[in-house]
């Protein structure tokens, strides 16, 4: 079975294409599970820009196909200087814990909210290196959300804001949907697994 280490630290994230590749044949490592740590400035200006430095730290360490993944989010209605973009973690220099972006994120429904919602969108960003050292990568978008003040009983270590998103089709958390429920919203990341696939 081949290999490509993901540069993350986050298990949940690790996770996210683990099964379509492991269908392909394809095994996914996170630096956790190879005992690694990276020293990474994510200072690039875009989610591709982001994706490629960890993408690439990453395989200058191990020698092995490597994949970093950043994104961006985007919030209807927020003043621009409010705006995650980038930095959807980090605010006002300070990274937040998964209970510390929850509370910030209501916040920000309740502040700029309609009805206790806003419709939002996610832009992604991922680069892949293959064993002979060449790039590429891929970006994609998700639109069919939005963040509410009020949040889910569950939560996904790692991916906290998906206790306060909801599908707009269904009006069901991220949390709290089943695998008939991805089939009925056709968003399986499918693209995105055989773009890595394709890739290393």
């Not at 540069?7 to 492991?22: D, E, P, V, W, Y």
């Not at 960003?125 to 891929?138: D, F, P, R, S």
């Not at 270590?157 to 695998?179: A, E, H, Q």
Request: with cysteine; glycine share 6%; net charge negative.
């Amino acid at each position: 079975m081949k290999q490509i280490i993901f540069a993350t630290t986050n298990q949940s994230k690790s996770k996210r294409f683990s099964k379509g590749l492991k269908e392909l044949g394809i095994e996914v490592l996170s630096l956790k599970d190879i005992d690694i740590k990276l020293d990474i400035e994510e200072d690039g200006s875009t989610a591709i820009e982001n994706a490629l430095i960890k993408a690439r730290e990453c395989y200058k360490k191990t020698k092995k196909p490597s994949m970093g993944m950043d994104d961006t989010l985007y919030m209807e209605g927020v003043p621009e200087d409010r705006q995650p973009g980038l930095f959807v973690r980090r605010v006002n220099g300070k990274s937040l814990t998964d209970e510390e972006a929850l509370e910030y994120y209501t916040n920000l429904v309740k502040e700029y909210g309609v009805d206790g919602r806003i419709n939002c969108k996610w832009v992604y960003g991922l680069a892949v290196i293959n064993e002979k050292g060449e790039e590429a990568t891929y970006t994609w978008s998700k639109d069919n959300f939005y963040m509410v003040s009020s949040r889910s009983d569950k939560i996904n270590p790692g991916y906290p804001l998906n206790s306060i998103s909801k599908y707009k089709r269904l009006d069901k958390y991220f949390t709290d949907v089943t695998d008939d429920d991805i089939k009925i919203l056709n968003d399986n990341e499918d693209d995105v697994v055989d773009f890595i696939a394709s890739h290393i």
